[in-house]
């Protein structure tokens, strides 16, 4: 079964930092885009990041650029992001997908991120 | 940056009876490879998002065949010809022509 999960989210003060993972069986997840995704309490989807199968080409969007890290461990079946400086506003549920012909095939049941002190 | 607009932002609709959501670029959504990346998902209640369209008409793997998609360059359109219970969710369109962007979300819900 195709399947993503992540992990590693939890509530973490203003300013501090935080690791998810994304766990993928089930395909040959070297082949794949991977992206990670974000929806705020009560709001809409907003796209956070891309990465290229082998993990050499990476995008962001501008909420998050300088302060979010994507990378893979194509090893490891695991897709990660890296989150410094952390803001409320980055208080979101975080999906990661896959990437087939530009669209998000597959996602991953999510994992909660809360930024308060 | 490509804005999505839907419309409606919320669609009561009776069982049975169709539905149409409305996805409206601010630029054309042709990539330079000739293809159109647009695509729409569905989610449910508490679920992740899930896909039904891609490449703005085809169907994913698994997708019952009362959902269809439509559109050229800027306008778009998700059909669901009968609605059904399950149906009950937030669609999102989504561009991936440049950049990737979602529009707002329609809700359905039954009458």
């Known amino acids: 079964e195709v399947q993503l999960v992540e992990s590693g989210g939890g509530l973490v003060q203003p300013g501090g930092s935080l690791r998810l993972s994304c766990a993928a069986s089930?395909?040959?997840?070297?082949?794949?885009?991977m992206h990670w995704v974000r929806q705020a309490p009560g709001k809409g989807l907003v796209w956070v990041s891309r990465?290229?199968?082998?993990?050499?080409?990476?995008s962001y969007a501008d909420s998050v650029k300088g302060r979010f890290t994507i990378s893979r461990d194509n090893a490891k079946n695991t897709l990660y992001l890296q989150m410094n400086s952390l803001r409320a506003e980055d208080t979101a549920v975080y999906y990661c997908a896959r990437d087939v012909f530009g669209a998000f095939h597959i996602w991953g049941q999510g994992t909660m991120v809360t930024v308060s002190s | 940056d490509i804005v999505m607009t839907q419309t409606p932002l919320s669609s009561p609709v009776t069982l049975g009876q169709p539905a149409s959501i409305s996805c409206r670029s601010s630029?054309?959504?042709?990539?330079?490879?000739?293809?159109?990346?647009l695509s729409w998902l569905q989610q449910r209640p508490g679920q992740p998002p899930r896909l039904l369209i891609y490449?703005?008409?085809n169907r994913f793997s698994g997708v019952p065949d009362r959902f269809s998609g439509s559109g050229a360059g800027t306008d778009f359109t998700l059909k669901i010809s009968r609605v059904e219970a399950e149906d009950v969710g937030v669609f999102y369109c989504m561009q991936a022509t440049q950049s990737y962007t979602f529009g707002q979300g329609t809700k359905l819900e039954i009458k």
């Open positions: 990465i290229n199968s082998d993990g050499s080409r990476t």
């Open positions: 490449k703005i008409s």
């Open positions: 630029q054309s959504l042709v990539h330079s490879d000739g293809n159109t990346y």
């Open positions: 089930g395909f040959t997840f070297s082949s794949y885009g």
